[in-house]
């Protein structure tokens, strides 16, 4: 099963990712929210694919938003976190501050969209 978030920025960004895998997909499918500086956008990557790339313009230059350089200011509310199921390490979202994609301030904010999936 897999749930979605909603990302927005003071400067008027905003988007929406899906988190996880499908019961169907989930032994080769994590996806979760990257950013790609070539397309200044958020965009899903699968976590488990042998290389992640922008599913737009092909760039393997994605950085997810678990990596800790994307990360300004840790939240004290985690808004999503998943078992990586490759290795079962756990990979979460705060409600803290990350770099937006747009104006690359550290001023991304994530919240759960109530959206779960399978």
Not at 8 to 30: K, Q, V
Not at 31 to 50: H, S
Not at 57 to 86: F, I
Request: net charge negative; proline share 4%; with cysteine.
């Amino acid at each position: 099963m897999g749930s979605s978030v909603n990302a927005s920025c003071p400067c008027g960004y905003s988007a929406e990712a899906m988190i996880g895998g499908g019961m169907l997909n989930f032994h080769d499918t994590f996806l979760f929210p990257a950013i790609c500086p070539k397309c200044a956008e958020m965009v899903e990557i699968n976590l488990l694919a042998e290389t992640q790339t922008c599913e737009s313009c092909g760039s393997e230059k994605v950085q997810s938003y678990h990596l800790d350089e994307l990360l300004g200011e840790a939240g004290s509310e985690t808004v999503v976190e998943w078992r990586n199921p490759s290795d079962w390490s756990l990979i979460s979202l705060t409600d803290g501050t990350y770099l937006c994609p747009s104006c690359g301030d550290f001023t991304l904010r994530f919240r759960a969209s109530g959206i779960l999936w399978d």
